[in-house]
């Protein structure tokens, strides 16, 4: 049984930062392509905000790029976000997402992931 449970959410002032954690288990984690989503209030839509490869190749959002860091501890199998200089805009429900390496021809693409976590609010104010 795959599980993901993602932590680190809270309240935040505008220029401020979090990290985000992502405790995976169930799988064997370094086979496994790895990505954080974002759901804005009221939408929807996951938007992307980053992904990491079972190479470490990373993927970032255009609105996160130099601000946002991923990274990845495969021995303690979790998935990190590490925000810096956040904004306003930034204020959603974020979580992480996985899919094995062989099922996956998309990492940026929120239809390719299979397990998805509960969540963990991000409210950032100005």
């Known amino acids: 049984q795959v599980q993901l449970v993602e932590s680190g959410g809270g309240s935040v002032q505008s220029g401020g930062s979090l990290r985000l954690s992502c405790a995976a288990s169930g799988y064997s984690y370094s086979r496994f392509v790895m990505g954080w989503f974002r759901q804005f209030p009221g939408k929807e839509e996951h938007e992307g905000v980053a992904a990491i490869d079972s190479d470490g190749t990373t993927y970032y959002g255009d609105s996160v790029k130099g601000r946002f860091t991923i990274s990845q501890d495969n021995a303690k199998n979790t998935l990190y976000l590490q925000m810096a200089n956040l904004k306003p805009e930034d204020t959603a429900m974020y979580f992480c997402?996985?899919?094995?390496?062989?099922?996956?021809?998309?990492?940026?693409?929120?239809?390719?992931?299979?397990?998805w976590g509960q969540g963990t609010q991000v409210t950032v104010s100005s």
């Open positions: 997402a996985a899919v094995p390496t062989d099922y996956c021809s998309d990492s940026w693409s929120q239809y390719e992931y299979k397990y």
